[in-house]
Each structure stands twice: as C-alpha cells, then as structure tokens.
T-cell receptor
Framework: DAGVTQSPTHLIKTRGQQVTLRCSPK?????VSWYQQALGQGPQFIFQ???????QRGNFPDRFSGHQFPNYSSELNVNALLLGDSALYLCASSSGTSKNEQFFGPGTRLTVL | LAKTTQPISMDSYEGQEVNITCSHNNIATNDYITWYQQFPSQGPRFIIQGYKTKVTNEVASLFIPADRKSSTLSLPRVSLSDTAVYYCLFYSGTYKYIFGTGTRLKVLA
C-alpha cells in the first residue's frame, strides 16, 4: 500500500500565478482533506471532499478551490498567488465518517516569489 | 471559534515519561481528540485518538478529563527518535479540523 501520495514535491511560482496540487488517497479511503502549514506553525484546515463534493471548508478565501475525482483522488487549486501562500500543503485521507483517523501525505512545498 | 493551546517546547531525557497537555476551549460534545507526531518536512503521523477517559495503544496513552477541556498525551520511555513536534487535533461535528499550536519535544541522551 503506497499510502497517501502527493505531487509535486516542490513547486516555485511567482505572485499572481495559479497552481494545482494533486493527491492520491490511501487505498480504501474515500475522503480527502487539504491543509496549509506555514513554516513553524500547525496545519490549517482548508477543505474536505467526500463523494466528489466539498463537504466543509475552513477560513480560506475563494482563491482556494478543489476537486475530487471518481477514483477519490483530489486536486487543490490556488489562484492569484500571494507571497503569503508559501507553505507546505498537506493532503490527508480517511474513510467513512470524519471522525476516523486521517492519514497524511508528505506534502507539497510551495514557494511564491 | 474553538481554539487549542499547547506548551511551545519540552525537553526530556531518554527513558523518561513525557506528558504533553493540550487545552481546548469550546470543544463540542461530539468532538474527538487526536494526537499527531510530525518530523521536519513530513506529514503528521497519527499517534492516538480518544473521546473521554483514557485510551492506550502500543505507543502512547491519552487522558481526557470529564470536562473534556484538555487532554494529555503520555509517551512512556521516550527515545531520541521521539524528537519531533506533537500536535493535538480536535474534530468538530461540523466537519472542521483544528490543530493545536504544537509542542516541540527534544529528547536528550
């Protein structure tokens, strides 16, 4: 079992650009959550996808959007990048209800110049 | 809005027991409390999860008092490889996840 995988590992963008990050959940998991972790801080919940729909989102602007595919993989899109969007973006997968254990991927390090 | 608070850092020696407490205000009655370990440049790794009283697994114990306004992660006999950042996480019944501020544990030889 490959666990949760994310791509790319690292990414460098400039302000104003758009970025797409990808996540494949752990085998058997149908729920994907995305988090933003700034350097030295704890992860902040962005949103969660289940059955191809956004089930809930945290306090993030509409520049952050996502998608879940029929195979349960997911994408995180960020438009009009700001310097403050530089962070480690983590994907976590789980099964069934949101109370279940979340398995995290290694993350994508996004740097905005 | 619910928030969590943890000590910023802790030092311990190998073989000692370490207890890390997380305070969480306004936690809803149906919230679970989960603890994660994170190494630099890696995703958080699940340690233990509980709802009330005490939960124990092969690596840790979790103590949750009756008022559920705090929880304590207990790591028995830590080793150098336990040096990491530890986060509490509580799950809201409205499907939102809130991580604690994180505790940086340093285990000394």
């Amino acid at each position: 079992d490959a666990g949760v995988t994310q791509s790319p590992t690292h990414l460098i963008k400039t302000r104003g650009q758009q970025v797409t990050l990808r996540c494949s959940p752990k085998s058997g998991h149908d729920t994907v959550s995305w988090y933003q972790q700034a350097l030295g801080q704890g992860p902040q919940f962005i949103f969660q996808y289940y059955e191809e729909e956004e089930r809930q989102r945290g306090n993030f602007p509409d520049r952050f959007s996502g998608h879940q595919f029929p195979n349960y993989s997911s994408e995180l899109n960020v438009n009009a990048l700001l310097l403050g969007d530089s962070a480690l973006y983590l994907c976590a997968s789980s099964s069934g209800t949101s109370k279940n254990e979340q398995f995290f991927g290694p993350g994508t390090r996004l740097t905005v110049l | 809005l619910a928030k969590t608070t943890q000590p910023i850092s802790m030092d311990s020696y190998e073989g000692q027991e370490v207890n890390i407490t997380c305070s969480h205000n306004n936690i809803a009655t149906n919230d679970y409390i989960t603890w994660y370990q994170q190494f630099p440049s890696q995703g958080p790794r699940f340690i233990i999860q509980g709802y009330k009283t005490k939960v124990t697994n092969e690596v840790a114990s979790l103590f949750i008092p009756a008022d559920r306004k705090s929880s304590t992660l207990s790591l028995p006999r830590v080793s150098l490889s336990d040096t990491a950042v530890y986060y509490c996480l509580f799950y809201s019944g409205t499907y939102k996840y809130i991580f604690g501020t994180g505790t940086r544990l340093k285990v000394l030889a």
